[in-house]
């Protein structure tokens, strides 16, 4: 079965067995995973994640997957990367497709071109499971989108507002529901927000971006990345936006060292390829081997899982990425 974003969000209560998400949009991958996230723990299931780096990552997914667990009777298991798994992972994928039990697997991808579904691994979950495309085809569904992001936040905009902030933004769907999370700290719900007042509001978060600091702490540039990152603590960004922007670089890294020279199959474009180029080359396998910790650490800070502080290990993430390491995580 195919479904298209909002079809997705609609079966989150039925969600079962292997759902398939890919695309190009982070702000409905990351919606879709908050929604199922929230629904598992309304149900009492357990959760794991696990990052594919490597095709041998697969096992642990499985490993997981066919194993009791201790703390519930179902198990929801996120795999996020850019490695299908191999004939014998295929094999172990077809065979859970076809016996889930109680289980289910959510496998995240970027966006899957049309030589990648003709592959088997896409086939088979096409065929049994559920794929979940997270693109928009045109204007009018990245406008109704950002609509309900509004209507979540309580924004109003005027015609000639939303115009703006499409262009703005060029057609960006996550700075566009940044810059609505924004304009619900400066404005009161029942204040439509006109066209002056958007104009007002993108000049004050301009400065900086989230992604500004992602490009800094690639380049290696630590000072102006530490810089960027005070700046966007000090003016409210998300924490999960600056830590989406940071990891995204990161794993597409630790990918690149698995599976070097493949920039365009990652969807690097090139006149960024030499930055990738270095950054691989001051940063060891050792120290790549340490970052999925170090990322599922501030995660889970975030998220208000642990009790250690975000912005800190915001900061220890963004000098890891400029390849000047505050401290060596034990790898186990």
């Given at each position: ?51 594919i ?78 794929v ?10 990245r ?15 005027a ?21 609505l ?13 006109s ?5 007002a ?9 989230s ?21 966007l ?33 990652l ?23 340490q ?13 208000g ?28």
């Amino acid at each position: 079965m195919r479904l298209d974003y909002r079809g997705a969000m609609g079966r989150i209560a039925k969600a079962d067995g292997v759902w398939l998400l890919h695309g190009n949009e982070p702000l409905l991958e990351q919606n879709l995973l908050s929604a199922l996230r929230d629904y598992w723990q309304s149900q009492q299931v357990e959760r794991q994640r696990f990052e594919i780096n490597t095709v041998n990552d697969w096992r642990d997914v499985f490993n997981s997957l066919n194993s009791l667990s201790l703390f519930s009777e179902k198990l929801a298991v996120e795999a996020h990367g850019n490695i299908k798994p191999d004939a014998a992972g295929l094999t172990q994928l077809q065979q859970f497709i076809q016996s889930p039990a109680d289980n289910m697997l959510v496998i995240v991808m970027p966006r899957l071109d049309q030589a990648a579904q003709k592959t088997k691994f896409y086939q088979s979950i096409d065929a049994n499971s559920v794929v979940v495309q997270l693109s928009l085809q045109n204007m009018q569904e990245r406008l109704a989108i950002l609509q309900d992001e509004a209507q979540k936040l309580g924004v109003q905009l005027a015609r000639n507002a939303w115009d703006l902030l499409l262009t703005q933004t060029e057609n960006n769907l996550f700075a566009a529901q940044q810059s609505l999370l924004r304009l619900s700290d400066l404005y009161q719900p029942e204040h439509l927000i006109s066209l002056e007042d958007l104009q007002a509001g993108l000049t004050e978060q301009s400065r900086f971006s989230s992604f500004d600091l992602a490009d800094a702490a690639l380049q290696g540039n630590a000072l102006q990345a530490v810089k960027i990152l005070g700046f966007l603590l000090e003016s409210g960004e998300a924490d999960s936006l600056i830590l989406w922007a940071l990891s995204r670089e990161m794993r597409l890294l630790m990918q690149l060292f698995e599976q070097p020279g493949q920039y365009q199959k990652l969807g690097i474009w090139q006149n960024k390829t030499r930055y990738y180029q270095q950054a691989l080359k001051r940063t060891s396998g050792k120290q790549l081997m340490q970052w999925p910790v170090l990322l599922q650490r501030t995660d889970a800070a975030i998220k208000g899982l642990s009790e250690e502080n975000s912005k800190d290990l915001l900061l220890q993430v963004t000098m890891a990425l400029s390849g000047k390491p505050l401290f060596s995580q034990t790898v186990k």
